[in-house]
């Protein structure tokens, strides 16, 4: 949705009436999804801190399609975007006490794995994705990864299927 958003507003990109759509469709599947059977309502600084994330997530998606990282190889921009991070992770763990250290052959493994699985290959593909489709799409077929996380959660983690959560899907 914020991807639209910035492209419409600050590049006058047309919204058409498919990408609408989608936008109102994601926003119900959202609403359908985030509701407990309990009745317990959202954190709002969680809520705030998610939306900075979309935020910044969207400001990237845009500046890969329009800045001079268009030009730039998808591997190229990703060893930089995740240099980047390991500094800013650096510096957070610097001045944070209580940082977990990987103790164990099996933590650096693991951390391993999720630095390069769910990270490295997400950012390579995202900005392929962006540059043969453009911010926009990519940003829409991105709202599938918590279909995703559901399916796993469901299928691994024995997480229970309801109606609501597959309207929601839908």
């Given at each position: 949705?914020?991807?639209?958003?910035?492209?419409?507003?600050?590049?006058?990109?047309?919204?058409?009436?498919?990408?609408?759509?989608?936008?109102?469709?994601?926003?119900?599947?959202?609403?359908?999804?985030?509701?407990?059977?309990?009745?317990?309502?959202?954190?709002?600084?969680?809520?705030?801190?998610?939306?900075?994330s979309s935020l910044s997530y969207a400001?990237?998606?845009?500046?890969?399609?329009?800045?001079?990282?268009?030009?730039?190889?998808?591997?190229?921009?990703?060893?930089?975007?995740?240099?980047?991070?390991?500094?800013?992770?650096?510096?957070?763990?610097?001045?944070?006490?209580?940082?977990?250290?990987?103790?164990?052959?099996?933590?650096?493994?693991?951390?391993?794995?999720?630095?390069?699985?769910?990270?490295?290959?997400?950012?390579?593909?995202?900005?392929?994705?962006v540059h043969y489709i453009g911010s926009?799409?990519?940003?829409?077929?991105?709202?599938?990864?918590?279909?995703?996380?559901?399916?796993?959660?469901?299928?691994?983690?024995?997480?229970?299927?309801?109606?609501?959560?597959?309207c929601g899907i839908l």
């Open positions: 949705i914020m991807v639209a958003v910035i492209m419409a507003f600050f590049f006058k990109e047309r919204i058409s009436w498919g990408t609408t759509f989608s936008i109102l469709l994601s926003i119900v599947g959202i609403l359908l999804l985030y509701k407990r059977k309990d009745g317990t309502v959202l954190n709002m600084t969680g809520v705030w801190l998610v939306m900075l400001i990237y998606i845009v500046a890969v399609n329009r800045s001079v990282l268009r030009d730039m190889p998808s591997f190229k921009l990703t060893f930089y975007v995740l240099l980047f991070c390991v500094a800013a992770i650096l510096l957070y763990s610097g001045v944070t006490p209580g940082i977990q250290l990987l103790t164990s052959s099996k933590m650096w493994f693991i951390a391993v794995l999720l630095a390069l699985i769910p990270t490295v290959i997400s950012l390579v593909t995202m900005v392929l994705s926009t799409p990519t940003a829409i077929l991105g709202a599938l990864e918590p279909v995703t996380a559901l399916f796993f959660g469901v299928m691994i983690f024995g997480e229970e299927l309801t109606l609501r959560i597959v």
